[in-house]
Structures are given as structure tokens and as C-alpha cells.
């Protein structure tokens, strides 16, 4: 019955009590000595200029959004590119009309200046 | 070997719907009723899957992506709303709802 | 071609190409056409609608199934679909001096209407829940978008969002009780569902299930107690898309009503007809009586659309082939008294005014007499009293009602319309005993002309001589009806 499910037992108490012990013994032996460099949220790298929790542009929600929109429907792209064989010529027009249609409204988002940037 | 039945998944796509529902029923922040509302539908895509395994058919498979489709289509049009009403409000809080009452 | 399609497929759903290519087209045509020629954009939305119709005519004796048993293309369906395209064409005709005072983007809008028309005459056709569902997201997506459609209004984000949360939250149940019914029957095939789940002993589940679709339904169709998200939207949402909102959403929902309860589940009619009369009880009684108190017209009659949703729930109580047969009459008629009275309201949005108060109406007979006599119409027709179109509609609700059993629902219902005369008649006082209104003149568009005499004209004759309209739905009510009769001669 519950045999099975012994090993994810082990490994999640190994994994726990591993992250645990480094924790705890790296809080015993490291040496405390701070700096100015040394707090800043990056060691190396950029230097951050402003706070990190500032506002984004309006702009970035409607590109993401118009995102979300075309990213999704690749979710009927996949059964299609699974059985093409199948299909054969009739889903591959099927698709494009699919494509046409998903085009359009691209080109409009596009035209009435929802990807402009500024 | 424990199997896992359909009623176990019905009970994980119970508790994931009664989560949304309770989500919706008591935060105020739209944005945070919004993702329950999205936890319901996933939990009906749960359900989904674990009929179509049941019936061994593609069925429930199909129903699903378009579940998914027109979650993501909601979540557009939904943010983009919400976007309008802050713009106009500064809040997001579903009690600053109040220009319209009985 | 893959095994189990043909052309007939494409034959058969000829409408939906057409008015989605319109839709396509509209958009095109806004892209490539310059801000000053927007007014093309309503002549092509007005062609997409006819082109539509024309293609729908040649359906109105097929009654087969199409794309694998997705859709049914019978009578029903023809039915219905001729409702949302009526509905869409006067809509589309009352909103371009709408669109002109509010400054609104056009093309978005029209293409947005042409969606909600589309998604709803899915819904009309749809006999597999998978189909059903898309034509009701298609349909409220679109409605989501056009109730916010102002976008510097309060008023109209506060409906958006309202409309948004509690449509995606009646969904998420909707969908949660078909996701029940494909899981103890197999299929998502209406039709297939009736006969796989009778055979079957009922549980528990499938009672969770019924439960939550007949809530997911009860938001759709603004059922009381799941009508609260109706008054403000309807208040909110900009007039023509209140108007289209509550006679083209509600037709659609009911007509999805009864494919799913009729066609898919009538051997559980005892345990869905307790809850329909329960939800068309509360809805006439709440509805009637919230609406005496109100001032603003759109929300006056957003209570009464939720009172006339309690009387078109009794047709589907009787749960026969005459109950479908009034609902479906009703519907047709409700078409023109509602629309009618929106199209004065939009009518009374001017530049200085925003022509939604009982007291914008003051005066209304001496400053534009036809549109006061119009009102009239509407609101006596609402209100049922003979020999207006809405008489004859709630005359053969109550008699199905009765004819099936429920005399006690149709007295509560002839009470309720009793009620609902008070705020009806209060709207013509208005218009004839009271101080002229301010604000600068009323005048009517050619375009909202023709849509107030469509409105006036089918309220009037249907009033008058019913009989072609009571024939059509009779015939149409057969492929639907016929389940049902059959059924319940089953199980008395």
C-alpha cells in the first residue's frame, strides 16, 4: 500500500534537514563583519539606482496582456501539430484560417497603437 | 501500492473549488478575487482530467483546453477592466465600489 | 476531410461564417477607414446582420445535426437565432447617435455586438456542453467589455467589473456542475446525456451537479437571489448595451436553459422543477416589488427584466412542449417592448443631459409626442395589459402553467403583474402630468426612428394578431418539445 511512497518520504526529511543543517552551521562558524558594499542587495553587478518596488508603466500590463491572449493559443496548436498526419491537408486550413482570424485582431492591436512604446 | 481513484482527485478538485469559493466570498482586493475565481476553474480542469481518464476517452481533454482558452481570455478582458476602474478610482478595493447602491 | 465531417458541416453553420467574417470585416474596415468615415462602419454592421439573416432564412424547416453532434440546426435553434438578430439589428440601429453624444470608438463596439450575436446563436444551436460553453463565454466576454464600455464613467467601470466577477464566478459553477455531469455520464453530449443518466441511479453527485448548474443559469438568466449584479450593470452599462444586454443575454440564457434542462435532463424534472418555481417566485415577488422605489429608469427596468425573468421561468416549470411554446413567444415579444423602451431612454441622452432619471421623462408628451405614445405602448405592454403584445405573451405562460398543474404559480404570477402596473403607469404620469423637463431638444436620428417603429410596430401587431408569431413558435417548439413530452409521458 504506503510502501511505495517510502523514498519521497526520505528525501523530503533528508532535503529538510539538509537545508537545515547548512543554515544552522554556517550561522555558527561564518565571521560577522559588515560594510556599506556588503549589505547592498547585489554584491557585484549593476548598482541599483532607485527602489526596486516602484511602479511599472500602464504600458507593461497591456503588453502583457495582449500576451497572455496570443500565447494561449498555442494550447490548440499542440493537439493539431500531435495528429497533422491525420489531418492532412483539411487541418492545415482549417489552422490558417485559425491563424487568420488571431492575425486580424494582431493587426488592429497593432494599428490602433497598442504596441507603441512611449 | 496505494492507487489513486477517481475520488481522490474529486476531492483535491473539491477543496481547490471550495478554496476559490471562500476566496471570493471574503477578500476584498479584486485582483486577489479574481485569482480565486481562477483557482475555480482550474479545479473544473481537474475534474475534467480525472474524467477523462476515468471514460478513457479525449473528451474531458478537449473540454479542458477550452476551459484554459477561455481563462485566459476572462484574465485579459478581466485585467483590463480593472485596469479602466483604477484609473479612475486609485483603488482596487471592492468596498470603493460604492457609486451604485439599491 | 477527417472521417465524420462533409460539407454539409460547413452548409449547415452558414449564418455563424457569415457573421463571423462580418465581425473580421468590421474591424478591417475600421483599421483602413480615417477617423471622419466612422459612420460607414455602422452601414457594414447593418449589412453583416441582413447578410446573416439571408443566410439563416433557407434553415427554417432542416432539422438535423451537424459537426458530429455539436450542433443541433432544428427549428429551436432557427427560432432563437432569429430573436438575437432582430434584437442585434434594432440595437445596432439605436446606438449611432448613442455612440456620436458619448464620443465612443465605433468599430470596437460594433464588432463587439457582432461577437455577443454570434456567441448567443451558439448557444441557441449548441446540444454539447462543450459548444454551449463557448457560445456563452463568447457571448459574455464580449458583454464584459461593452458594459465598461465608457471608460471615463464610474458608473459604467463599477458595472464592468461587477458584471466581470459575478460572470466569471456563476461560470466557474456552471462549469463545475457540467464537469460533474461529463463525469457520471461519459459524454457531453446533451442529447446522449438524457439517455445515459436516466438509466442510472441518482447520487449525490449528480444532485451537486444539477445544483450548480441551475445556480450558474440562475446568474445568467439575473434570477433572484442571483440577480444582484443586474440593477447596477444595467444602470452602469452604456443604454444600447443595457438594452442588447437584457433582451439578447436573457434569450440566450433561456434558450440554453432549455436545451440543457429539456433536452439533456427531463427525467430529473422533480427534482429542477422545485428550484425553478422556488427561483420564479422570488424573482417575480423581488423584482416587482424593488422596483417600485426606484428613480432611475434603466434601473427601474432592470428590476422589472428580473421580475419578467420570474414569468418566462414559469414556461419552463410546466415542462411541456406549450410551456416552450409561450416561453418562446414571450421572448419574441419581449424583444420589442423592452428594446422599445430603451430606445426612448437612449433617446433622452442629449448633450447636456444624461436621460436616465424617471424625472428626464417629465413632460415627455408635449415636447415629443410619438415617443410619449411609444412609452406608452411599451410600458402597458410590459405591464400585460390587454390588448398589448405582452398580454398575449403572459396569456400563454399562465395557461401553461396551468395547464400542467401550477394554477397557484400563475395566480401568484397575475398578482405580481398586478404589482407591476404601479411603476409601469408611474413612468406615463410622468410623461403626461408633469412640469416640462430642462435640457436642450429632443430629436430622433432617421436610424432611431426606424428602431422605435420595428419596436412599436411588432408590439402593436403581435398585440393584436398573434397568430403567425403563435405558429412559428409552435412549430419551432416541436424539436425540443417533442423530448420533453415524450419524457414526462414516461415518468406520469
Excluded at chain 3, 451537486?208 to 446568474?219: H, K, P, R, Y
Aim: glycine share 8%; charged share 10%; aromatic share 14%.
Amino acid at each position: 500500500m504506503l510502501e511505495a511512497y517510502v523514498p519521497i518520504l526520505i528525501f523530503v526529511f533528508v532535503a529538510t534537514g539538509f537545508a537545515i543543517f547548512t543554515l544552522i552551521m554556517s550561522g555558527l562558524l561564518h565571521p560577522e563583519r559588515y560594510n556599506k558594499v556588503k549589505l547592498e542587495p547585489y554584491e557585484c553587478g549593476i548598482e541599483p539606482e532607485t527602489d526596486a518596488r516602484d511602479r511599472y508603466s500602464i504600458r507593461y500590463y497591456l503588453v502583457a496582456m495582449l500576451f497572455v491572449i496570443f500565447d494561449v493559443e498555442t494550447v490548440f496548436m499542440f493537439p493539431w501539430a500531435v495528429i497533422m498526419d491525420e489531418l492532412a491537408l483539411f487541418g492545415l486550413i482549417e489552422m490558417i484560417v485559425f491563424l487568420f482570424i488571431l492575425v486580424v485582431g494582431y493587426v488592429y492591436a497593432w494599428r490602433k497603437g497598442a504596441l507603441e512604446w512611449a | 501500492m496505494l492507487e489513486i481513484t477517481p475520488t481522490h482527485y474529486l476531492v483535491l478538485s473539491a477543496g481547490l473549488f471550495m478554496i476559490g469559493v471562500i476566496g471570493v466570498m471574503v477578500r476584498r482586493n479584486i485582483i486577489i478575487i479574481f485569482m480565486s475565481i481562477e483557482l475555480m476553474l482550474n479545479a473544473v480542469n481537474v475534474n475534467l482530467a480525472a474524467f477523462s481518464q476515468q471514460w478513457q476517452h479525449v473528451t474531458g481533454q478537449v473540454f479542458a483546453v477550452f476551459v484554459i482558452a477561455v481563462a485566459a481570455a476572462e484574465a485579459a478582458v478581466g485585467l483590463g477592466i480593472i485596469l479602466a476602474f483604477y484609473r479612475n478610482k486609485e483603488t482596487v478595493n471592492i468596498d470603493e465600489m460604492n457609486v451604485m447602491r439599491w | 476531410m477527417p472521417a465524420g465531417f462533409s460539407a454539409a458541416d460547413f452548409y449547415n453553420i452558414l449564418p455563424e461564417l457569415v457573421l463571423t467574417g462580418g465581425a473580421l470585416l468590421v474591424l478591417i474596415v475600421d483599421v483602413l477607414t480615417a477617423r471622419q468615415q466612422r459612420g460607414l462602419l455602422a452601414w457594414v454592421t447593418l449589412g453583416v446582420l441582413v447578410a446573416t439573416l439571408l443566410a439563416l432564412l433557407p434553415f427554417s424547416d432542416v432539422n438535423t445535426v451537424a459537426s458530429r453532434g455539436l450542433l443541433a440546426i432544428d427549428g429551436f435553434a432557427f427560432f432563437f437565432k432569429l430573436v438575437f438578430l432582430l434584437t442585434a439589428l434594432v440595437t445596432v440601429l439605436m446606438s449611432s447617435s448613442y455612440i456620436e453624444v458619448e464620443g465612443l470608438r465605433a468599430g470596437e463596439y460594433y464588432f463587439l455586438i457582432l461577437c455577443a450575436t454570434l456567441g448567443m446563436m451558439f448557444m441557441a444551436s449548441g446540444i454539447d456542453l462543450i459548444t454551449i460553453f463557448i457560445g456563452l463565454e463568447t457571448m459574455a466576454v464580449a458583454f464584459y467589455i461593452l458594459a465598461g464600455f465608457l471608460k471615463p464613467n464610474r458608473r459604467s467601470n463599477e458595472a464592468a467589473v461587477k458584471y466581470f466577477l459575478l460572470g466569471a464566478f456563476s461560470l466557474g459553477l456552471l462549469l463545475y456542475g457540467m464537469s460533474i455531469l461529463y463525469g457520471l455520464s461519459g459524454t457531453t453530449n446533451v442529447r446522449e446525456l438524457a439517455t445515459v443518466l436516466a438509466s442510472q441511479e441518482r447520487n449525490a453527485l449528480l444532485i451537486v451537479g444539477l445544483v450548480m448548474v441551475v445556480a450558474g443559469i440562475g446568474f445568467k438568466i439575473a434570477a433572484v437571489p442571483f440577480h444582484m449584479w443586474a440593477p447596477d450593470v444595467y444602470e452602469g452599462a452604456p443604454t444600447p448595451v443595457t438594452a442588447f444586454l437584457s433582451v439578447g443575454s436573457k434569450a440566450a440564457s433561456f434558450a440554453m436553459l432549455l436545451r440543457l434542462f429539456m433536452e439533456g435532463l427531463p427525467f430529473l424534472a422533480d427534482m429542477w422543477q422545485p428550484m425553478f418555481w422556488v427561483l420564479a417566485v422570488m424573482s417575480m415577488t423581488v423584482g416587482n416589488l424593488a422596483a417600485l422605489t426606484q428613480s432611475n429608469i434603466k434601473r427601474m427596468l432592470a428590476y422589472s427584466s428580473i421580475a419578467h425573468a420570474g414569468y418566462l421561468l414559469i414556461g419552463v416549470v410546466a415542462n411541456s412542449s406549450r410551456g416552450v411554446t409561450a416561453m418562446m413567444i414571450y421572448l419574441l415579444l419581449y424583444v420589442f417592448m423592452q428594446l422599445g423602451a430603451f430606445a426612448v431612454v437612449v433617446m433622452l441622452r442629449r448633450q447636456d443631459v444624461a436621460g436616465d432619471e424617471l424625472k428626464d421623462l417629465s413632460g415627455l408628451y408635449f415636447r415629443y409626442p410619438t415617443a410619449a405614445v411609444a412609452m406608452l405602448f411599451f410600458m402597458l405592454s410590459l405591464g400585460g395589459l390587454p390588448p398589448t403584445a405582452g398580454f398575449m405573451g403572459k396569456f400563454w405562460l399562465f395557461s401553461a402553467a396551468i395547464e400542467s398543474g401550477f394554477i397557484w404559480l400563475a395566480v401568484i404570477g397575475v398578482l405580481n403583474s398586478a404589482v407591476s402596473l404601479y411603476y409601469y403607469i408611474r413612468v406615463v404620469v410622468f410623461m403626461w402630468m408633469k412640469e416640462e423637463a430642462l435640457g436642450s431638444p429632443i430629436v430622433a436620428s432617421p436610424s432611431m426612428a426606424v428602431a422605435l417603429t420595428v419596436a412599436l410596430a411588432g408590439a402593436v401587431v403581435f398585440g393584436v394578431y398573434p397568430r403567425p408569431l403563435f405558429e412559428l413558435a409552435q412549430e419551432s417548439a416541436q424539436s425540443i418539445g417533442g423530448v420533453a413530452a415524450a419524457v414526462s409521458a414516461l415518468s406520469f
